[in-house]
């Protein structure tokens, strides 16, 4: 009798009946794990913009047909003394030959022509003069640069942040229609007892305190274990990202490109927003009351 009434003492609402501590959760952590991923992809979206905008906008290619020594000596030393050149690396002709497999197979055969890769030391301004020199010195020398299909895929970059920050305000509006919802219908399963308190002195600040606290602690829970489940596909993820963003494929880096400090903060974050919804839910619903 006197582990009853200490049990009535604590939680004098009921709320441990009227709100479940396996649906509310386990909705949260659903909507916690969509928002892992919404916030690893706008991140990742954001690395990737920013080093093909910063890299690989940077790089030149300059093919030289009929690569024969004198020429490609003729084409690195006019390159390599250019101020606008940071590096000037010939590429091996095995190398080009890997690259071009896919396409054109195994041709022994076939002549190709000399690679140079080219990095830059500022913004591809002027390459128009260093094309005019290039060809002068070694005729037949063709010079590409790769700034407009950089400029679209970080362009494809940006709109995938975009849709992910938007995927993201839809979870956090789904999350706070859920725990509304679920709020309601605790509200509604203690009305009487809520009513019988309220009738006894409680105050609606303090009603709503206790239904917020319950809530709170719920979907913190709940986050805290759709962070949890987001882990391991999130390292999946950023394994097969780490190629285009420049990494080694080992274990340690797909673990260190998962966002740890957002996953950290949705628990709070999932606390915070279940604690106002159900303070603001509570109170309209108090202030309805007959």
């Not at 690396?89 to 055969?109: D, I, T």
């Given at each position: 009798m006197a582990e009853r009434r200490r049990r009535i003492s604590r939680d004098p609402l009921g709320l441990r009946r009227a709100l479940s501590d396996r649906l509310l959760p386990g909705l949260v952590a659903a909507m916690a794990l969509l928002a892992a991923l919404a916030l690893a992809g706008a991140q990742g979206a954001d690395r990737l913009a920013d080093r093909w905008q910063g890299g690989a906008a940077a790089a030149v290619t300059v093919q030289v047909p009929e690569p024969g020594r004198e020429r490609m000596a003729a084409a690195l030393a006019l390159l390599r003394g250019?101020?606008?050149?940071?590096?000037?690396?010939?590429?091996?002709?095995?190398?080009?030959?890997?690259?071009?497999?896919?396409?054109?197979?195994?041709?022994?055969?076939l002549i190709l022509p000399g690679v140079i890769e080219l990095r830059l030391r500022g913004s591809a301004e002027g390459l128009e003069g260093l094309a005019g020199r290039l060809s002068a010195a070694v005729p037949g020398a063709e010079l590409e640069s790769h700034g407009l299909w950089v400029a679209r895929l970080a362009a494809l970059a940006r709109s995938v942040q975009g849709v992910a920050l938007a995927v993201l305000a839809l979870v956090a509006g789904v999350a706070m229609a859920v725990v509304a919802v679920a709020t309601r219908a605790g509200l509604a399963a203690r009305r009487e007892a809520i009513g019988v308190l309220h009738d006894l002195g409680a105050t609606d600040a303090g009603i709503a305190g206790r239904f917020a606290r319950r809530v709170g602690m719920l979907a913190g829970l709940g986050a805290l274990g759709g962070a949890a489940l987001a882990v391991p596909a999130l390292a999946a993820l950023s394994g097969l990202a780490l190629p285009l963003s420049g990494g080694e494929e080992t274990a340690g880096g797909a673990l260190a490109g998962v966002p740890w400090a957002m996953l950290a903060a949705l628990p709070p974050v999932a606390a915070a927003i279940g604690w106002g919804t159900a303070q603001a839910t509570v109170r309209r619903w108090l202030r309805n009351m007959p």
């Open positions: 250019d101020r606008a050149v940071a590096s000037a690396e010939a590429v091996s002709a095995e190398r080009v030959a890997e690259l071009l497999r896919p396409w054109l197979g195994n041709a022994p055969s």
